[in-house]
């Protein structure tokens, strides 16, 4: 089972980046998966989720309207794509998975994790 980041880097406030995670060992159409970050300092903060129950979508307020989470069952593949980033959006992301269909954006839901990727914002 493995999950594998992809797609971070630098950008300029105001601009977009889309992370990309590759999930090989299991499917992830029948896993409810998210997005985490990590800032140094700072807790591990939910991001957004889907569902495996019914394909609801799920975001934390910090990122209502900016991101969106989406998945390609055909790739095995889910993404995160980030628009209008801010400084505060700089971060690790994680992308994490869990057979668990009522898990949301708790971190200890979840049992797969990719390796992390980073996400710099600033001018």
């Known amino acids: 089972v493995q999950l594998v980041e992809s797609g971070g880097g630098l950008v300029q406030p105001g601009g977009s980046l889309r992370l990309s995670c590759a999930a090989s060992?299991?499917?992830?159409?029948?896993?409810?998966i998210a997005w985490f970050r990590q800032a140094p300092g700072e807790e591990r903060e939910g991001v957004s989720c889907?569902?495996?129950?019914?394909?609801?979508?799920y975001y934390a307020d910090s990122v209502k309207g900016r991101f969106t989470i989406s998945r390609d069952n055909a790739k095995n593949t889910m993404y995160l794509q980030m628009n209008n980033l801010k400084p505060e959006d700089t971060a690790v992301y994680y992308c994490?998975?869990?057979?668990?269909?009522?898990?949301?954006?708790?971190?200890?839901?979840?049992?797969?994790w990719g390796q992390g990727t980073q996400v710099t914002v600033s001018s």
């Open positions: 889907i569902s495996s129950s019914d394909g609801s979508t």
């Open positions: 994490t998975a869990t057979p668990d269909e009522s898990a949301l954006l708790i971190w200890h839901e979840y049992d797969y």
């Open positions: 060992g299991f499917t992830l159409d029948d896993y409810t």
